[in-house]
Structure formats: structure tokens, C-alpha cells
């Protein structure tokens, strides 16, 4: 016959229901998580004592070409297009494409620039297109480790500060090619990295990838609380983009930003769009 009583060793039972302490336990290691990720934030951009006339080794400034402010200011217009929550404390905003070459990389450091240079608070640029990054090329970086790395704990966060004209704007490069890009959006959701963002930046931009071909689209897209979708001209096809709004949902997209119809785009920059 099974016994009740319970051992002094034990000590006394918990009287909650398993369900209600499966959820604590998942808060508390979203709460972890979140101050790992604000740990590693500090971290990447802590000064550390150098010797006079040295600069911190662990610090990397974007020595990328600068975009010009014709092209800034139109990215400009684009975000001041959305309407955000006004009682919100950090705006969450992903730019997409419907396929590679539309430029929305381009449009993302535009945005992320903009949105810095109006609010002078911290502004974080993520590289979320885990399959094939292109961030790095645009800030004169080598392509490395990145935050597909860090997620899978093979190194440490890279954060790389913006050029000196704009100070508060960071960005975090994806890392190098992943064949698997869906599990690092898993992971993005289950260990809430987006809550150690928010609570760390007032302005966080998301490049994602492409919306069309991938499978993972409601996760990627999901991680932000606005999106706008990056079009060019004489290129993109409108059945493309009549099928990325479907597939994300017409009430998710908060614009279109339609871009290489200025003349005036330089040479050296139309193959970075």
C-alpha cells in the first residue's frame, strides 16, 4: 500500500499546480536571458584602459561608405510614416523585401541613421537575415562572428558603433551564412532577446530577410511591432508584392518604400541598393 507521508528529507510539496510552475520557470529564464543580453550589450560597448594612443581593440566603428543625406532623408519620411505606439519606450521596426537586390539593407542603415539623428537616443540596426547577411559589407567590416554565433554561444556579442557623425546608432551583424536560418528566429523568440533589446535601446531596426521562398516568415516578422517593405523600381514585380503582403498580412505592413527612382543615386552606391 503507497504511503503519503512525506519525508523530512523532501521537505513539503508545493502546492501550486505543475502548470503555474512551468510557466514561472519559463518567465524566469526570459528574465535571464534578457539580462544576459543586457550584460553582453554592456559589455560590447564598456571602455576598457588602453595605453595613450591606443584605441580599445574590442570597440569596431563602421569605416563604411556614409550614406548621402538626400538618401537619409527619404528614409526619413519612410519611418515617420509609421505610427508607432506613443506610450511605447522603444520602437520595434523590420524592413523587408520581397526578394534579394531591392535594397533593403541599404533602406535599414537609412532608417536606423534617420531615426538616431531625430531622437538622439540609442538606436540598435540587427542584422536578422541569417541566411545571407550583407550588413558587413556596407560598414567595411570583415564578415566574422555575429549574433548567429552569440545565440549559439560560440563567441561573444558583436556590436559595432556607427561613424562618428552619429554616435548612438550600433549595429549587430547576423554572423556568417546559416544554412538553417529558422532556428535562430526560435531562438530569438524562446529566449526573448527581443526583451533585453527594448529595454536597452529606445529605437531598435530589424533587416530581415526576403518574404518570399522562406517558411519561417511568421516568426521573423512577428519580432517586430511594424514593418515596412522595401520595393525597386523597375524591378520588383507587383504579383511579388501583392503576394509578400498577403503572406505577412495587409494590416501588418505599414508601408512601401519604393526605392532606386532618384537619378541622383551616385554610381559607387547603386550596386550596395
Known amino acids: 500500500m503507497a504511503s503519503s507521508v512525506v519525508s523530512e528529507k523532501e521537505g513539503p510539496r508545493d502546492p501550486r499546480a505543475p502548470e503555474e510552475m512551468a510557466a514561472e520557470d519559463d518567465v524566469k529564464q526570459g528574465n535571464a536571458v534578457a539580462t544576459e543580453f543586457r550584460e553582453s550589450i554592456t559589455e560590447a560597448l564598456s571602455p576598457r584602459q588602453t595605453l595613450p594612443g591606443f584605441a580599445d581593440p574590442r570597440i569596431e566603428r563602421a569605416s563604411g561608405v556614409e550614406l548621402p543625406s538626400w538618401f537619409v532623408d527619404r528614409c526619413r519620411r519612410a519611418y515617420l510614416s509609421v505610427a508607432f505606439d506613443a506610450a511605447a519606450e522603444c520602437r520595434v521596426l523590420g524592413v523587408t523585401s520581397t526578394a534579394y537586390g531591392e535594397g533593403k539593407t541599404a533602406v535599414a542603415i537609412g532608417i536606423a541613421t534617420a531615426m ?158
Open 116 to 273: 538616431a539623428i531625430d531622437t538622439k537616443k540609442p538606436t540598435l540596426l540587427v542584422e536578422c537575415d541569417f541566411a545571407a547577411p550583407s550588413l558587413h559589407k556596407f560598414l567595411g567590416l570583415d564578415q566574422g562572428r555575429g549574433l548567429s554565433e552569440w545565440l549559439d554561444g560560440d563567441s561573444r556579442l558583436r556590436v559595432v558603433r556607427g561613424a562618428a557623425l552619429v554616435p548612438n546608432v550600433f549595429m549587430i551583424p547576423a554572423g556568417t551564412p546559416q544554412s538553417e536560418p529558422a532556428r535562430f528566429f526560435y531562438q530569438l523568440v524562446d529566449r526573448e532577446v527581443m526583451l533585453g533589446l527594448r529595454e536597452t535601446f529606445a529605437n531598435v531596426v530589424m533587416d530581415l530577410p526576403p518574404t518570399l521562398n522562406i517558411s519561417y516568415g511568421s516568426l521573423a516578422f512577428g519580432l517586430a511591432d511594424r514593418l515596412l517593405i522595401v520595393a525597386r523600381s523597375g524591378v520588383t514585380l507587383t504579383d511579388d508584392l501583392e503576394r509578400s503582403i498577403k503572406s505577412i498580412g495587409k494590416k501588418r505592413v505599414n508601408g512601401i518604400v519604393l526605392n532606386g527612382t532618384d537619378e541622383r543615386t551616385p554610381a559607387w552606391l547603386r550596386p550596395l541598393l
